[in-house]
């Protein structure tokens, strides 16, 4: 039977915090959803977002897209470090080297995650990022020890467990002596594997980390199932299991699912063996885990066996076989070849089982074929074997030096047409330079004559909507005045014949006074007087307030920063736009609760506007509707941008950014 360990630091990363331009929706749907929705919120935030916040919304896409898609998580995580390094955001940088090293280990390429982790090191030491490089050494030590090269696991595991030391760092240090007692327990060390599991046990429980309680649970259970104390061994694994499903960790959950089914196995449950077995197969094939997959077959196969199922005990054991030759599992092969031999010696083909038998103790060695003493004082002498491992390494240099001169020779072979790809190249650069200057000159040119047309439309309905405004209130507004004050002094002249005749002269003059107040709120709606008087911000409240005396529509506005003037300009085109997207929720939406966010800093001023309404299709309204185009062309006149977000029956949001500095 096969049993996993758990690793902790595997897959630890910094925990993120997304901050959007300096403040937080504290209504919206952006951050609601989990996965795919989450993916792409973030990928959203790339549209608005620059500077060091983008980087970290870059890393925090690597990390999003590391099950979901590997190329593109690898593909963020280069945008990350390119942008950063551009900025010299260095934590930033080495945060993506960091989560590219994690794909990369993902994918079970252990040189580009080694080259990877060593660059983010690199970072980490010169900025003083003690606990950074600690869990960089950390990192690439589980990445040596699922190699089988334990000499090198240890070493870097020792240096991160110096570090957490020395900074008194407990979540760290409780993960280092997890994985020292992966290691001791690897090569058969298991009472002191017992006494570095507890150790990180005592603390895990004082910090409250049940995930990587869960992972100490287990391999504490492998202890005692290796000493044959199964009962102890189902219950740390039954605790763990507990645990790691509350997590959601897939990892660990079918790591523990293994684990369980070779207990269950050994005390003859095969029942609850393979369901357990089952669960934990599909779970690793989600993740493409064909390392553990194999651990997995191989359980599968003693279970089968004790069943008298022979031809399926073999189909796993070959499917096992067949995985094992796309990874590297010196462990699991071990295993593989010990299982082959049981179902041999079952079917009595005694000399296939010695074949088997024989390449079960080639692995054994070569998983046990290191200079381990001077790192475990503590390990059994027969354990010894470097004359080997050296040899293996003179094999693997010699490989790379062929590799080399092939490389050589080609590089020799390409040199002239190389050459003569660059002189190519340089002469189509040149032309294609010259165009580009001469198309950004017509761009340019096209954008000014733009801008002046736009100026020229937005001046002339300003001065319009005064010179109506002035006219409203001064002419017709005063005439309907001195109407009134001539009707009202012949009230008290006339005499009336009857009550109905005189409620006919109030009835007048109460239409009067209602003409008045709508000529005037007309006028005020054309050019308010706040604005031209107080400013922007006296303008919106006045026009919410106005509007908020309903009670069907509730107005929620939030000012921050406003508390100077902006350009005139800039003033009444930022009004206008509101007006029109506050018009626009009255008449199309059916929203009953309406947000408005301003929030001013020193180089730009942000609007929101949210809406509980029915939403609209954004594509269709944008090149059908007239409404949107003029707030569009108005925005781009100030140079800013515009974000809608709509859909149907979930309501609306939009938000402006304009620059003011």
Wanted: charged content about 25%; overall charge neutral.
């Amino acid at each position: 039977m096969t049993i996993d360990t758990i690793i902790n630091g595997r897959n630890s990363s910094t925990i993120r915090t997304l901050l959007i331009a300096g403040f937080v929706f504290s209504n919206s749907t952006i951050f609601a959803q989990k996965n795919k929705s989450l993916i792409d919120s973030l990928e959203k935030l790339t549209e608005l977002q620059k500077d060091t916040n983008l980087v970290k919304t870059y890393n925090e896409l690597t990390w999003q897209y590391r099950n979901v898609s590997k190329e593109k998580a690898i593909e963020y995580g280069n945008k990350a470090i390119e942008l950063g390094a551009k900025l010299g955001f260095n934590k930033g940088v080495a945060q993506g080297y960091n989560d590219l090293g994690i794909i990369y280990y993902d994918k079970m390429d252990y040189k580009q995650a080694l080259e990877q982790y060593g660059k983010s090191k690199t970072i980490r030491e010169k900025t003083g990022d003690k606990k950074g490089v600690a869990a960089i050494y950390n990192k690439i030590g589980v990445l040596y020890q699922r190699k089988g090269e334990f000499i090198n696991a240890l070493e870097n595991q020792q240096k991160a467990l110096k570090i957490y030391e020395e900074i008194k760092y407990d979540y760290g240090l409780s993960y280092a002596l997890n994985n020292i007692a992966i290691l001791n327990f690897d090569i058969g060390n298991n009472e002191e594997a017992l006494k570095y599991n507890l150790k990180s046990v005592e603390i895990k429980k004082k910090i409250d980390d049940n995930l990587g309680l869960s992972g100490s649970y287990v391999n504490i259970a492998n202890i005692y199932f290796k000493k044959k104390e199964y009962q102890k061994a189902i219950e740390y694994n039954s605790n763990a299991l507990e645990l790691c499903r509350n997590t959601g960790d897939k990892e660990y959950i079918s790591a523990t699912l293994n684990n369980l089914s070779s207990v269950y196995s050994k005390v003859n449950d095969l029942a609850n063996a393979l369901k357990c077995v089952d669960e934990s197969y599909q779970l690793r094939k989600q993740l493409n885990d064909k390392k553990s997959m194999i651990s997995c077959l191989v359980n599968m196969s003693h279970i089968y066996l004790k069943q008298n199922r022979q031809q399926i005990c073999l189909d796993k054991l070959n499917e096992a076989l067949l995985l094992s030759k796309s990874v590297s599992a010196l462990t699991e092969m071990q295993a593989l070849y010990s299982a082959f031999t049981d179902y041999y010696e079952s079917i009595g083909d005694y000399k296939k089982a010695l074949e088997s038998d024989k390449l079960q103790f080639v692995f054994h060695d070569s998983v046990l074929n290191v200079d381990v003493n001077s790192k475990f004082a503590e390990m059994n002498a027969k354990y010894e074997n470097e004359k080997s491992q050296k040899e293996i390494i003179e094999k693997n240099l010699k490989l790379k030096a062929n590799d080399y001169e092939l490389a050589d020779q080609k590089t020799q072979r390409n040199i002239l047409l190389i050459s003569l790809i660059i002189f190519i190249f340089l002469s189509y650069l040149i032309y294609s330079r010259y165009r580009f200057k001469q198309k950004i000159e017509l761009n340019t040119e096209l954008m000014h004559q733009q801008e002046l047309r736009t100026k020229a439309v937005i001046e002339a309905e300003e001065n319009e909507r005064t010179r109506i405004a002035r006219e409203l209130h001064d002419g017709l507004g005063q005439q309907l005045s001195a109407v009134k004050l001539n009707m009202s002094s012949l009230e008290s002249s006339l005499e009336f014949e009857n009550d109905d005749q005189r409620r006919m002269l109030q009835n007048a003059l109460e239409i009067i006074d209602e003409s008045v107040k709508e000529v005037r709120a007309v006028s005020h709606s054309m050019m308010p007087n706040a604005l031209v008087k107080s400013g922007l911000k006296e303008a919106i409240k006045e026009f919410v307030n106005r509007l908020g005396k309903t009670d069907h529509l509730k107005f929620d506005l939030q000012i921050s920063g406003l508390n100077e003037r902006l350009n005139t300009t800039i003033e009444t085109i930022v009004f206008r736009v509101l007006q029109e997207i506050v018009n626009n929720i009255l008449k199309h939406s059916k929203a009953t609760i309406v947000t408005i966010q301003i929030i001013k800093d020193i180089e730009e001023l942000t609007i929101i506007v949210e809406d509980n309404g029915v939403g609209f299709d954004v594509n269709t309204a944008k090149s059908d509707g007239i409404g949107l185009k003029n707030l569009q062309s108005r925005i781009e006149y100030l140079h800013g941008t515009v974000n809608i977000d709509s859909h149907l029956q979930k309501g609306t949001t939009i938000i402006i950014e304009l620059p003011i500095k």
